[in-house]
Each structure stands twice: as C-alpha cells, then as structure tokens.
C-alpha cells in the first residue's frame, strides 16, 4: 500500500522564522500535490507538482519535488500568522488517479 | 456558483439509522471521490467514479454505497450507521488527468451519537 509521511506532525513557529514541512512517499511518481486545511474547512489547492526538479512558489510558501528521493518539500518564509493552518501532501501513483494523503502537518504561528 | 457542493453540512443521527450524504459539481468534470477524514485529519479515500463508473472501491465496510445518477452527481448512502462512522466526509471531483489536482466540497461532518 502506497505510504505517506509528513514531518514534523505539529509545528509551532514565531512569526518571522523559515521552516520546512517534509513529505515522504513509497512508491514511484511524479505527482505531487499541496493542500491547505483551515480548522473546519475544506481543502483548498496550493501547488501542483508535476516532474522532476518541480519548484513552484506562492507568497511565502515553496515547494519543491525530488522524484528520486520520493521527497517533496514545503518552506516557509518568514511565518505570519495567517499561514496558520494544516497543511496536507498528496501523491497519485503512475497508474490511477487517486490520491493518497499525506498525515498533514499542523502549523501554528505565533505572533 | 459553488464548484462542488454537499449537502447536509453537518448530521448528527442515532447509531443504527440510514443516512444519505449528497454531492453535486458544476465544473464538467469527468471523475468524482469519496474521502474520510478522521478525528486525526487522517484522509482517507472511500470510492471514486469516472463518468457513472465505479473505478475505486477501497476497503469499506458494505454499509456504504455510493451513487453516480450522472456524471456531475455523487451521493454516498450509509445503512446501520455505528459511532465509528462519525468523521468529516469530502466529496471531491477533478477532470481526466491528475494534472489539476481535486477540487472539494465543503465536507459534511457526520456524528453518529
């Protein structure tokens, strides 16, 4: 069965500070999507990641796709508070088009 | 002008009652998903659909049965409803191709009491 892992699970950080937010998966793809989750929201798309070498920015947020390494990750740059949220990955294998999510990260950024 | 809607938001029920979820998109897409999401966020998917077509049936409990009357309609009926069944449930749809990710519907949290 298809794995992935995000870390850290939880994440605490001053407004101001960079950090970045891992994803690892199990099997072959190079597929890669970022959500974000308000409390009590829905999902709301934020990069999709489609080769190799794959780098998108939004804002303060980056994410990057290492196909070989099954690595994907998502910086942050100088948190403010509005990036407050949980932040999911998500990985299609080669054959199909389901998702499969990652464990989310939760973020918290403190004023 | 809602992209994927659901219906109801939220459901409280009695365990052992039969409940209907309700799921309509507006985007012309051609596949549309079930997902749980557990008291962890832990998401999970249910059952997909391609243009009426049952394609993803991943392991859940025969109780849920899911519905396609056409391609922009998937509904998710659950029989005999347990507490285990309480979670948030996210009706998702996306064109052919994974290249534009899912888009979700708001989600509808069931609690079964």
């Known amino acids: 069965e298809l794995k992935v892992e995000q870390n850290p699970l939880f994440l605490s950080m001053q407004e101001g500070k960079n950090y970045t937010i891992y994803c690892n998966y199990s099997t072959t793809s190079d597929r890669l999507y970022w959500y974000r989750q308000d409390p009590g929201k829905s999902l709301e798309s934020l990069f999709v990641l489609l080769s190799n070498g794959a780098v998108k920015q939004e804002g303060r947020l980056m994410a990057s796709l290492d196909t070989k390494a099954r690595l994907s990750t998502l910086h942050i740059t100088a948190a403010v508070h509005d990036l407050s949220a949980t932040y999911f990955c998500?990985?299609?294998?080669?054959?199909?088009?389901?998702?499969?999510f990652g464990t989310g990260t939760s973020l918290t950024v403190i004023p | 002008d809602t992209a994927v809607s659901q219906t109801p938001k939220y459901l409280v029920t009695q365990m052992g009652n039969d409940k209907s979820i309700k799921c309509e998109q507006n985007l012309g897409h051609d596949t549309m998903y079930w997902y749980k999401q557990d008291s962890k966020k832990f998401l999970k998917i249910m059952f997909s659909?391609?243009?009426?077509?049952?394609?993803i049936n991943e392991t859940v409990p025969n109780r849920f049965s899911p519905k396609s009357p056409d391609k922009a309609h998937l509904n998710l009926h659950i029989n005999s409803l347990e507490l285990g069944d309480s979670a948030v449930y996210f009706c998702?749809?996306?064109?052919?191709?994974?290249?534009?990710?899912?888009?979700f519907g708001s989600g509808t949290r069931l609690t079964v009491v």
């Open positions: 659909y391609n243009n009426k077509e049952l394609i």
């Open positions: 998500a990985v299609t294998p080669f054959t199909g088009n389901q998702f499969y």
């Open positions: 998702a749809s996306s064109p052919v191709g994974t290249a534009y990710g899912y888009t």
